[in-house]
C-alpha cells in the first residue's frame, strides 16, 4: 500500500518537472503507447501551444522496495535538446550524485538539479554517444548514495528504449 502510494505521488512529480500542475497529471498525463517497460506519457504544459511527451519507466529496487526511480526520457520543447531525468526518494546524497552504467560501463555522474517534496530529480543532456549507448544497451543501472560509502545500484532495463525515444515528436 505504501508503495503505490509513493508511486501515485511521484506520478504527481513527474508532472511536477514537465510543469504541470498535480491537477493536470490526471486530466493529460495520460499513457499514449509502450514500448517494453516505457510508457510514452504526453501533456500540454500550461500556456504552452504544443503537447510534450516523454518516455517513462518506474522502477523500484528487489532488494529495497523503499527505493523506487522515476526515469524519464524527452526531447526539450524547442526540440533543440535531449534530457535523461531521474527522479528518486528523498534522503540521497546530493554532492556525489547519481552514477549512471549501461551494461556494467560506467558512463559518468548525473548531478541532481532540485528536490521537490516527494523526491529528487538528477538530470543528464543526453548527446549522441550517451543516447546511442542507451539505445543499444540491455540494461542501464542508477546508482544512488544514502552515505559516501553505501552506493545503491538500481536497474532498470533498456528494452523498448529505442523505438519509445525514436517516436517522441
Do not use: Y
Not at 63 to 70: A, C, G, M, Q, S
Not at 140 to 161: D, H, R, S, Y
Amino acid at each position: 500500500m505504501r508503495r503505490n502510494a509513493w508511486i501515485g505521488r511521484t506520478a504527481a512529480l513527474a508532472a511536477l518537472v514537465f510543469g504541470a500542475s498535480e491537477g493536470d497529471v490526471r486530466a493529460q498525463g495520460v499513457v499514449k503507447t509502450k514500448h517494453g517497460g516505457w510508457d510514452t506519457r504526453c501533456e500540454t504544459p500550461p500556456g504552452a501551444s504544443a503537447e510534450q511527451c516523454a518516455i517513462v519507466q518506474s522502477v523500484i529496487d528487489q532488494d529495497r522496495p523503499n527505493i523506487t526511480l522515476v526515469v524519464i526520457a524527452l526531447k526539450t520543447a524547442d526540440r533543440k535538446s535531449r534530457l535523461m531525468r531521474v527522479i528518486t526518494p528523498l534522503g540521497v546524497l546530493l554532492p556525489t550524485g547519481l552514477s549512471l552504467r549501461v551494461d556494467k560501463e560506467d558512463l559518468g555522474r548525473m548531478n541532481f538539479v532540485r528536490c521537490l517534496p516527494n523526491g529528487c530529480v538528477a538530470e543528464v543532456f543526453l548527446d549522441d554517444k550517451l543516447l546511442a549507448k542507451l539505445e543499444n544497451g540491455a540494461e542501464v543501472t542508477f546508482v544512488l548514495f544514502e552515505t559516501p560509502e553505501e552506493g545503491v545500484g538500481v536497474p532498470a532495463a533498456l528494452a523498448g528504449f529505442k523505438d519509445g525515444f525514436e517516436a517522441l515528436p
